[in-house]
């Protein structure tokens, strides 16, 4: 049973397919549609841009907050509904305790370090640009430190994640 057909509002990917736009409903043109396009909430930047200090001063994020919010009511009041809604860019511009950042888009396993922040660049699932495989990390966040590991979509569907990513979970 699809998503749609539980009164799921929320769709997800089963069995290697997005259940969201069938094809039987979208397999040919039904005429003209809307979506909703934001970008940028980049929680933290209007603190930091007030105060002159883009690399330090990201910690706060109350007006980004309100504003989402009230472009999620003011799309939820839409009639007709979009289609669907796609967030772009930025989501946050620092937050106090970050560790590591993790980002895409590069289709190959990438990353470095800078002032003690890890940069972790992942692999795509899809079309691969380098030589690693499709596949997924696995991020395990403790109170001490942030793991990371790159499986591929084989060894994580048929071994699942490592003893030793598993035992940084349990509490102690």
């Known amino acids: ?10 769709h997800g990917a089963r069995g290697r397919t997005l259940d969201a736009f069938s094809a039987e409903k979208e397999g040919e043109w039904n005429g003209p549609f809307y979506f909703i396009q934001g970008a940028d909430p980049q929680f933290g930047l209007m603190k930091a841009w007030s105060v002159g200090d883009c690399d330090n001063g990201g910690d706060e ?26 967030l ?13 950042v993790f980002a895409g888009h ?14 972790v660049v992942t692999s795509a699932i899809g079309c691969q ?6 596949g997924l990390r696995v991020v395990v966040v403790t109170a001490e430190k942030v793991t990371h590991r790159y499986y591929s979509i084989d060894q994580l569907s048929e071994s699942g994640i490592d003893d030793d990513l598993l035992g940084l979970m349990k509490k102690k």
């Open 1 to 10: 049973m699809s998503a749609a057909e539980e009164g799921c509002i929320f």
């Open 61 to 86: 994020w109350g007006q980004e907050i309100r504003l989402t919010e009230q472009a999620v009511q003011a799309i939820n009041k839409l009639n007709p509904k979009p289609r669907f809604f796609v």
């Open 88 to 100: 772009c860019g930025d989501l946050v511009q620092a937050m106090p305790g970050v560790k590591a």
């Open 129 to 134: 640009l380098g030589k690693d495989t499709h």
């Open 106 to 119: 590069y289709h190959r396993n990438a990353g470095g370090t800078y002032q003690n922040l890890d940069m």
